[in-house]
Protein backbone atom coordinates (compact mmCIF):
# COMPACT_ATOMS: atom_id res chain seq x y z
CA UNK A 1 0.00 0.00 0.00
CA UNK A 2 0.93 3.72 -0.21
CA UNK A 3 3.23 5.00 2.86
CA UNK A 4 1.33 8.21 2.41
CA UNK A 5 0.95 9.77 6.42
CA UNK A 6 -2.70 10.36 7.88
CA UNK A 7 -3.14 14.16 6.14
CA UNK A 8 -3.71 11.91 2.99
CA UNK A 9 -6.54 10.01 4.34
CA UNK A 10 -9.47 11.72 4.97
CA UNK A 11 -12.82 9.76 5.34
CA UNK A 12 -16.38 10.43 6.05
CA UNK A 13 -17.47 10.71 9.84
CA UNK A 14 -21.12 10.53 9.05
CA UNK A 15 -22.07 7.55 12.19
CA UNK A 16 -22.47 10.97 14.23
CA UNK A 17 -24.72 8.66 17.21
CA UNK A 18 -22.02 6.05 17.01
CA UNK A 19 -19.46 8.79 17.19
CA UNK A 20 -21.15 10.93 19.53
CA UNK A 21 -21.28 7.63 22.06
CA UNK A 22 -17.75 6.63 21.88
CA UNK A 23 -16.79 9.86 22.61
CA UNK A 24 -18.53 9.29 26.12
CA UNK A 25 -17.00 5.83 26.53
CA UNK A 26 -13.49 7.68 25.81
CA UNK A 27 -13.50 10.43 28.20
CA UNK A 28 -13.76 7.03 30.94
CA UNK A 29 -11.65 4.85 29.85
CA UNK A 30 -11.88 2.44 33.03
CA UNK A 31 -15.85 2.36 32.37
CA UNK A 32 -15.28 1.41 29.01
CA UNK A 33 -12.52 -1.60 30.08
CA UNK A 34 -14.99 -2.76 32.71
CA UNK A 35 -17.50 -2.91 29.62
CA UNK A 36 -15.05 -5.44 27.54
CA UNK A 37 -14.42 -7.63 30.51
CA UNK A 38 -18.13 -7.99 31.25
CA UNK A 39 -18.44 -8.58 27.28
CA UNK A 40 -15.74 -11.31 26.93
CA UNK A 41 -17.00 -12.53 30.16
CA UNK A 42 -13.48 -11.52 32.01
CA UNK A 43 -11.55 -13.39 29.46
CA UNK A 44 -10.80 -10.93 26.66
CA UNK A 45 -7.52 -11.17 26.57
CA UNK A 46 -7.89 -14.78 25.89
CA UNK A 47 -10.19 -14.04 22.45
CA UNK A 48 -8.82 -11.30 21.72
CA UNK A 49 -5.14 -13.68 21.39
CA UNK A 50 -7.02 -16.06 19.80
CA UNK A 51 -8.00 -13.30 16.87
CA UNK A 52 -4.63 -11.74 16.91
CA UNK A 53 -3.31 -15.82 16.29
CA UNK A 54 -5.60 -15.72 13.41
CA UNK A 55 -4.32 -12.63 11.67
CA UNK A 56 -1.17 -14.11 11.61
CA UNK A 57 0.83 -10.70 10.21
CA UNK A 58 4.08 -10.96 8.16
CA UNK A 59 6.22 -8.01 8.87
CA UNK A 60 6.08 -5.13 6.14
CA UNK A 61 2.69 -6.06 6.00
CA UNK A 62 -0.25 -3.59 5.84
CA UNK A 63 -2.82 -4.01 7.90
CA UNK A 64 -6.10 -2.24 8.57
CA UNK A 65 -7.98 -2.01 12.01
CA UNK A 66 -11.60 -0.69 11.34
CA UNK A 67 -12.70 0.56 14.76
CA UNK A 68 -9.73 0.54 16.45
CA UNK A 69 -10.99 2.81 19.30
CA UNK A 70 -7.98 3.50 21.88
CA UNK A 71 -5.89 1.69 20.22
CA UNK A 72 -5.77 -1.42 22.31
CA UNK A 73 -5.12 -3.77 19.82
CA UNK A 74 -2.17 -1.65 18.18
CA UNK A 75 0.56 -3.16 20.21
CA UNK A 76 0.07 -7.09 19.46
CA UNK A 77 0.00 -6.24 15.55
CA UNK A 78 2.33 -3.96 15.34
CA UNK A 79 4.47 -6.76 16.89
CA UNK A 80 3.40 -8.98 13.87
CA UNK A 81 4.23 -6.28 11.20
CA UNK A 82 7.30 -4.96 12.56
CA UNK A 83 8.62 -1.54 11.54
CA UNK A 84 8.84 -2.47 7.98
CA UNK A 85 4.85 -2.57 8.05
CA UNK A 86 2.13 -0.40 8.20
CA UNK A 87 -1.12 -0.20 10.47
CA UNK A 88 -3.54 1.93 10.31
CA UNK A 89 -6.75 2.02 12.94
CA UNK A 90 -9.86 3.92 11.93
CA UNK A 91 -12.60 5.03 13.99
CA UNK A 92 -15.51 7.73 13.91
CA UNK A 93 -14.76 8.82 17.17
CA UNK A 94 -12.79 11.51 17.42
CA UNK A 95 -12.28 10.96 21.07
CA UNK A 96 -11.20 7.36 20.52
CA UNK A 97 -8.71 8.27 17.72
CA UNK A 98 -6.88 11.32 20.29
CA UNK A 99 -6.67 8.15 22.50
CA UNK A 100 -5.31 6.08 19.84
CA UNK A 101 -2.83 9.18 18.48
CA UNK A 102 -1.74 9.49 22.39
CA UNK A 103 -0.83 5.77 22.52
CA UNK A 104 0.79 6.10 19.00
CA UNK A 105 2.76 9.15 20.43
CA UNK A 106 3.84 7.48 23.64
CA UNK A 107 5.45 4.52 21.86
CA UNK A 108 6.73 6.37 19.02
CA UNK A 109 5.91 4.02 16.26
CA UNK A 110 6.34 5.93 13.10
CA UNK A 111 4.85 3.35 10.79
CA UNK A 112 1.39 3.35 12.86
CA UNK A 113 -1.75 6.04 12.56
CA UNK A 114 -4.90 6.44 13.63
CA UNK A 115 -7.81 8.04 11.28
CA UNK A 116 -11.14 9.26 11.91
CA UNK A 117 -13.63 8.11 9.12
CA UNK A 118 -16.59 5.98 8.68
CA UNK A 119 -15.99 2.65 7.89
CA UNK A 120 -18.43 2.38 5.62
CA UNK A 121 -17.06 4.84 3.52
CA UNK A 122 -13.54 4.18 4.06
CA UNK A 123 -10.85 6.54 2.57
CA UNK A 124 -8.54 3.94 1.12
CA UNK A 125 -7.70 2.95 -2.62
CA UNK A 126 -8.72 -0.91 -4.09
CA UNK A 127 -5.64 -3.67 -2.52
CA UNK A 128 -4.59 -0.94 -0.44
CA UNK A 129 -4.01 -3.59 2.37
CA UNK A 130 -2.64 -7.20 3.34
CA UNK A 131 -4.61 -7.63 5.95
CA UNK A 132 -7.78 -6.49 8.39
CA UNK A 133 -8.45 -6.47 11.60
CA UNK A 134 -12.17 -5.66 12.95
CA UNK A 135 -13.02 -5.89 16.84
CA UNK A 136 -15.97 -6.09 18.28
CA UNK A 137 -16.59 -3.00 16.11
CA UNK A 138 -18.76 -4.24 13.02
CA UNK A 139 -21.57 -4.77 15.46
CA UNK A 140 -21.66 -1.38 15.96
CA UNK A 141 -21.59 0.06 12.66
CA UNK A 142 -25.14 1.34 11.25
CA UNK A 143 -25.00 -1.04 8.13
CA UNK A 144 -22.11 -3.36 9.00
CA UNK A 145 -22.65 -4.69 5.74
CA UNK A 146 -21.43 -1.80 3.76
CA UNK A 147 -18.26 -1.66 6.03
CA UNK A 148 -17.78 -5.35 5.44
CA UNK A 149 -17.83 -4.39 1.63
CA UNK A 150 -15.71 -1.45 1.99
CA UNK A 151 -13.37 -3.72 3.62
CA UNK A 152 -13.40 -6.13 1.32
CA UNK A 153 -12.47 -3.54 -1.57
CA UNK A 154 -9.61 -2.26 0.36
CA UNK A 155 -8.09 -5.71 0.56
CA UNK A 156 -5.59 -7.28 -1.85
CA UNK A 157 -6.87 -10.41 -3.61
CA UNK A 158 -6.59 -13.40 -0.92
CA UNK A 159 -6.14 -11.04 2.02
CA UNK A 160 -8.03 -11.62 4.75
CA UNK A 161 -10.38 -9.69 7.67
CA UNK A 162 -9.88 -11.40 10.98
CA UNK A 163 -13.47 -10.23 12.82
CA UNK A 164 -14.24 -10.79 16.66
CA UNK A 165 -17.42 -9.50 17.56
CA UNK A 166 -20.40 -10.32 19.42
CA UNK A 167 -24.22 -11.70 18.60
CA UNK A 168 -27.29 -12.57 20.42
CA UNK A 169 -26.73 -16.43 21.82
CA UNK A 170 -28.20 -18.45 19.47
CA UNK A 171 -28.42 -21.87 21.76
CA UNK A 172 -29.09 -23.06 24.71
CA UNK A 173 -30.55 -21.43 28.34
CA UNK A 174 -28.11 -18.37 27.23
CA UNK A 175 -30.91 -17.70 25.43
CA UNK A 176 -32.53 -16.28 27.95
CA UNK A 177 -30.69 -13.29 28.63
CA UNK A 178 -30.99 -11.74 25.24
CA UNK A 179 -34.00 -10.09 26.30
CA UNK A 180 -31.87 -8.39 29.20
CA UNK A 181 -28.90 -8.17 26.97
CA UNK A 182 -29.65 -6.77 24.06
CA UNK A 183 -31.18 -3.51 25.27
CA UNK A 184 -28.43 -2.59 26.97
CA UNK A 185 -25.99 -3.39 24.70
CA UNK A 186 -28.07 -1.31 22.34
CA UNK A 187 -28.03 1.43 24.14
CA UNK A 188 -24.05 1.49 25.60
CA UNK A 189 -22.57 0.68 22.14
CA UNK A 190 -24.94 1.38 19.47
CA UNK A 191 -25.14 -2.41 19.39
CA UNK A 192 -27.06 -3.83 15.98
CA UNK A 193 -27.76 -7.33 16.87
CA UNK A 194 -30.60 -7.71 14.11
CA UNK A 195 -27.87 -7.78 11.44
CA UNK A 196 -26.31 -11.28 10.76
CA UNK A 197 -23.03 -10.64 10.05
CA UNK A 198 -21.95 -14.17 9.05
CA UNK A 199 -24.53 -13.78 6.08
CA UNK A 200 -23.01 -10.56 5.39
CA UNK A 201 -19.60 -11.68 5.57
CA UNK A 202 -20.06 -15.03 3.55
CA UNK A 203 -21.95 -12.53 1.13
CA UNK A 204 -18.90 -10.93 0.40
CA UNK A 205 -16.21 -12.78 0.82
CA UNK A 206 -14.78 -15.81 -0.88
CA UNK A 207 -14.23 -18.05 2.52
CA UNK A 208 -15.39 -17.78 5.42
CA UNK A 209 -14.39 -19.61 9.13
CA UNK A 210 -16.12 -19.39 12.27
CA UNK A 211 -15.62 -20.63 15.65
CA UNK A 212 -17.98 -19.38 18.48
CA UNK A 213 -18.08 -19.49 21.98
CA UNK A 214 -20.75 -19.21 24.86
CA UNK A 215 -23.37 -19.93 23.33
CA UNK A 216 -22.14 -18.83 19.81
CA UNK A 217 -22.31 -15.14 21.08
CA UNK A 218 -18.91 -14.82 21.00
CA UNK A 219 -17.38 -14.73 16.81
CA UNK A 220 -13.96 -15.35 15.86
CA UNK A 221 -14.12 -14.94 12.33
CA UNK A 222 -11.43 -15.16 8.78
CA UNK A 223 -12.88 -13.75 5.77
CA UNK A 224 -10.54 -14.24 3.04
CA UNK A 225 -10.83 -12.52 -0.48
CA UNK A 226 -11.54 -14.34 -3.42
Request: charged share 25%; glycine share 10%.
Amino acid sequence: MTRDGPSKWTGSTDGTAVGERYDWWSRHPQAFDLLYDLAFFGREDTFRDRAFDALDAQAGDAVLEVGCGPGNSFAPIRDQIGSRGTLVGVDVSQGMIRAAERRVREEDWENVHAVRGDARQLPFGRGAFDLAFASMSLSAVPEPGRAIEAVERALVPGGELIVLDAQPFQRGGWRLLNPFLIPIAEYATKWVPDVDLLAALRDTFGTVDVSTFYGESLLVVRAEKS
